[in-house]
């Protein structure tokens, strides 16, 4: 019976390696589900991760200005080292992308995010967060050769499950709304910025 229940297991952790996502009806592809929670004790921030996000032009982590705008009052460690933020003081209109390092789909993905960021970051800001990861060191080297400059901050010990950004799956997508509704924007990868946009003003109701 245990010999079962573990090569259930071991099948079910090569599969969230090897293949994040497979094709979907919506055009994009959908996420691999995630296994148990890893240790909050990762580190996001080791020397050669500062190293690397200090050579990049990625942003740093920087706190909102409200009390609470909607998302959750969670501190997260910002992924490669800066300062720790309380979502909560996050305001919207917002992009939230949920990431792994290993994550095909996701790192496709990227470079339609930040094209996006590129055009509509004024307007509609985007920030990611790597989520359950326990080598995130791949995840920033991965965002920065696809050349991702938005904010990456860190949830390595699912402090996020169970509330409005829970990642059943990555990639996971979310949007926050201007009047703080948490709302999911899209379950797999976007391929264009184009996508994105199009998401974002149907779902938020805004024309970009």
Do not use: H
């Amino acid at each position: 019976m245990l010999r079962g229940r573990a090569a259930v297991a071991a099948a079910l952790l090569l599969t969230v390696l090897a293949a994040c996502g497979t094709d979907s009806s919506g055009g994009g592809q959908s996420g691999a589900p995630l296994g148990d929670r890893p240790s909050s004790k990762v580190d996001v921030a080791t020397k050669d991760m500062v190293a690397a996000k200090k050579a990049s032009k990625v942003e740093d982590c920087r706190a909102g200005s409200a009390s609470d705008g909607g998302l959750p009052a969670v501190e997260l460690p910002c992924l490669g080292g800066g300062d720790s933020v309380d979502l909560a003081s996050f305001e919207g209109p917002m992009v939230v992308n949920l990431f792994q390092g290993f994550c095909a789909p996701c790192k496709e993905e990227m470079p339609a995010l930040q094209s996006f960021y590129e055009t509509y970051g004024d307007e509609v800001p985007v920030i990611g967060i790597d989520v359950m990861d326990t080598v995130p060191g791949v995840a920033l080297e991965e965002a920065i050769s696809r050349g991702v400059t938005f904010p990456m901050y860190a949830d390595p010990g699912g402090e996020l499950q169970g509330g409005p950004l829970t990642a059943r799956a990555v990639p996971a997508t979310y949007v926050l709304s201007e009047t703080g509704e948490v709302e999911l924007l899209q379950m797999g990868g976007m391929t264009s910025a184009g996508q994105v946009k199009r998401l974002v003003e149907k779902k938020l109701g805004i024309t970009l």
